[in-house]
């Protein structure tokens, strides 16, 4: 099937085009001009942007282990509606993917499963546990994309800086959360002025900030290209640009519920336990400078975070909540509902791609993985609508920006299907 | 009162503080007499939902609910839900199926309550959740405090201790602060902490520069029982440094008010001859805690005007 996407606006934030057009589909690629002797079927654009496809770094998908919360079927279909063509597995599956056989089930049954690309990320450390290798090279092998040891924090520098310079010659990024064990424990949620007023025990951003320069010394130290999920703090922010000033291998994101939401969010909510995130929601002052980074490319991208849990998991005081959010379905929408369209479009494609070492582009004779979006239509976050097996999101009833009309993976139209 | 929960004092009004105090104030007197009853509250069910330890809170509730001749019933859950299995949503639902009208609950966590508020048709009061409020408690303070000096508007109030981790300071805080009163925060750097300050609440380390200032003094007790880890070096260091005794007393003025949530530490935080001393009012704090909850119970329940008839 050939498709021209007639009279919209041909948005590339990796090429930088920016005009009013048509684009062809054909053969799974992008053409610039009409393919000869083939009738395309013609997607009306106008009054909307045609842009390349999202690409997410960190979505727990839950399969295999935790299937009740979601699977590579419903986890691809979340992706799928939220304008994602292809999504980074996180490893904190059950058993985790800490072994060769494990990454290659898991893309292989994606590839049979799931409407959109998986790609795995391998478990840094066996178990997540932060104390022994796994298989690195034999996932790397196996077809990993990159490492990651998930949520988990590898306290052990000697440990972290042996998995660093082991995964060097492999030549996959590695993707960790920077955080501080001691200072992050019993807590649960940002500390300062917030939790002192709802009285709850509170996560210092100085905890993430001691990680992020651990993780920065690492990386300049080994080579090793690592990449700090969930960066969420002003000062965070601030020693990331160091970083990058300085010529280490490092670069970061944040996560999509941090760039909307603050920590007020916990007590405005009665204390919600889908407010409930790792790491926590931050200040308004640091919300303010993720987005900053978003403007200025100090943070490469935004991931979902996706996050699926269901009631047995958050039907519970805050404290005893497990943290996380869904962000497949409303990652796209949470940034064009407080940032400008091209940071947006970035942060959840160009800079994901980048890191990947996949292209996301209009270039002619590129991938043909595209959105036809309405960035400016409202709609109304119903988790009950949801194609995730799970419903947590801090966001339900709220009106977001951006609406797809279309979704376009390998050259096929997907959704609307 | 139109609330259907107490959760704490953080949004609740100057008038509402005063309707509670006032209310209070006529419930007192059921106390004193022979019969320490009234029908007030006769056929309606009050369930006490206990997660943690307490003997003052649940005597002063029950006492209460007997009183105004509501029906109690007492669920000590002694350890988290979480941990014998059943959720906290799950064994409020089948309390909920046995038609309760309130819940008092006392919680390590702090929301809580206010999880079973927002779920669940039944009233709710909050009696402690965590170290975020025990909203009964500072009303009882206030009561106290109002007894002594009037109108609290204007005067000065000392918290000593480790405030950062106390729900009654944090109820306390937000209740003084609405009825226009000052107040003073003074404890280890550990557990008093800057962002605690806001307006008309100042943070200070050293006791004695609270002392000269304050009209009321409210010492917090150490749960050495729970403290997280390097809190302190030790309870004699605190004794000396933040604990009140006579001579520290004698910088106050002489009539500065002491008081106490209780249970106290003797010899931490209060010296036994300030603890039972001329200008200690713990044992008030404990009398009006009754007639508080008396009225709290009163005014959540809608019982008839004509109160302590």
């Known amino acids: 099937m050939t498709l021209q996407l007639k009279g919209g606006r041909l948005l590339c934030t990796a090429t930088g085009v920016d005009r009013m057009g048509d684009l062809w589909v054909h053969q799974g690629r992008v053409r610039l001009s009409a393919p000869e002797g083939v009738q395309a079927q013609v997607i009306d654009c106008t009054g909307k942007v045609v842009t390349p496809a999202l690409v997410d770094l960190d979505a727990r998908l839950c399969d295999p282990g935790y299937t009740w919360r979601e699977s590579l079927s419903t986890g691809g279909e979340a992706a799928l509606r939220g304008g994602f063509t292809c999504v980074v597995a996180n490893p904190e599956t059950d058993p985790v993917t800490d072994d060769p056989s494990f990454v290659r089930e898991v893309i292989a049954r994606a590839g049979l499963e799931s409407k959109v690309e998986i790609k795995v990320a391998a478990a840094l450390t066996k178990g997540l546990g932060g104390e022994k290798l796994s298989e690195l090279g034999l996932m790397a092998e196996a077809g990993a994309a990159l490492f990651s040891n998930a949520d988990h924090l590898v306290s052990d520098s000697l440990v972290l800086r042996n998995a660093l310079l082991y995964a060097r010659p492999l030549g996959l990024p590695v993707m960790l959360r920077a955080g501080d064990a001691e200072l992050e424990s019993v807590a649960v949620m940002n500390e300062g002025a917030s939790s002192a007023l709802a009285g709850l025990r509170g996560i210092p951003a100085a905890a993430e900030e001691i990680g992020i320069a651990r993780l920065i010394a690492l990386a300049r130290y080994t080579g090793t290209h690592v990449h700090v999920l969930g960066v ?28 909307l939401l603050n920590d007020g969010e916990v007590l405005a909510s009665g204390y919600d336990t889908d407010t409930r995130l790792m790491p926590p929601l931050r200040t308004e002052e640091d919300r303010l400078a993720l987005l900053e980074a978003l403007a200025d490319g100090t943070l490469l991208g935004v991931s979902s975070a996706h996050a699926p849990l269901t009631r047995v998991d958050k039907e519970l005081e805050f404290a005893y909540a497990t943290p996380g959010a869904l962000g497949l379905e409303t990652a796209l929408s949470c940034l064009l509902s407080c940032a400008p369209l091209e940071h947006a479009l970035r942060a959840l494609s160009a800079g994901p791609a980048k890191l990947l070492g996949i292209e996301r582009s209009l270039r002619d004779g590129a991938p043909a993985e595209l959105l036809v979006l309405d960035p400016e239509a409202k709609w109304t976050v119903d988790p009950t609508q949801f194609a995730s097996r799970s419903a947590n999101t801090p966001l339900a009833g709220r009106q977001l920006s951006g609406v797809l009309a279309a979704v376009i993976h390998k050259g096929e139209c997907l959704h609307p299907a | 009162m139109k609330r259907k929960d107490l959760l704490g004092l953080r949004d609740v009004s100057r008038d509402e503080i005063l309707e509670i105090l006032e209310t209070a104030s006529r419930f007192r007197e059921v106390s004193k007499r022979r019969i320490k009853k009234v029908p007030t509250l006769r056929g309606r069910t009050v369930v006490t939902l206990f997660f943690e330890n307490s003997t003052r809170t649940k005597v002063s509730f029950d006492l209460a609910a007997k009183r105004l001749s509501a029906d109690g019933v007492h669920i000590s859950a002694g350890t988290s839900a979480v941990k014998k299995g059943e959720t906290l949503m799950d064994t409020a639902r089948n309390i909920d199926a046995m038609a309760p009208d309130l819940v008092i609950m006392r919680h390590s966590c702090a929301g809580a309550p206010h999880m079973l508020a927002r779920n669940f048709d039944f009233s709710v009061i909050n009696a402690g959740d965590g170290i975020n409020e025990h909203p009964t408690q500072a009303l ?12 609290l508007e204007g005067k000065t109030v000392a918290i000593v201790g480790d405030v950062y981790h106390s729900r009654v300071a944090r109820s306390n805080l937000y209740g003084l602060r609405t009825m226009g009163a000052r107040v003073l925060l003074a404890g280890p750097g550990t557990m008093c902490r800057p962002e605690m300050a806001g307006p008309g609440v100042e943070v200070r380390h050293k006791i004695d520069e609270v002392l000269e200032e304050a009209d009321v003094v409210m010492m917090l007790r150490i749960q050495r029982e729970r403290l997280p880890r390097a809190m302190l070096p030790t309870s004699r260091e605190y004794a000396h440094l933040y604990g009140l005794d006579s001579a520290k007393l004698a910088r106050a003025s002489d009539r500065v008010l002491v008081m106490h949530p209780g249970p106290i530490n003797r010899g931490v935080e209060l010296s036994p001859e300030v603890a039972d001393g001329e200008r200690s009012v713990i044992m008030e704090q404990v009398t009006n805690g009754v007639a508080v909850r008396m009225a709290l119970l009163f005014l959540l329940l809608g019982g008839s005007d004509d109160a302590s008839a």
């Not at chain 1, 160091?242 to 970061?252: F, K, M, N, R, V």
């Open chain 1, 232 to 259: 969420s703090t002003k000062l965070a922010i601030a020693q990331l640009k160091a970083g990058l000033a300085s010529g280490a291998p490092i670069s970061g994101s944040t996560t999509a519920l941090h760039c």
């Open chain 2, 140 to 151: 009882l303070d206030m009561l106290t405090m109002q007894d002594h000096l009037g109108d």
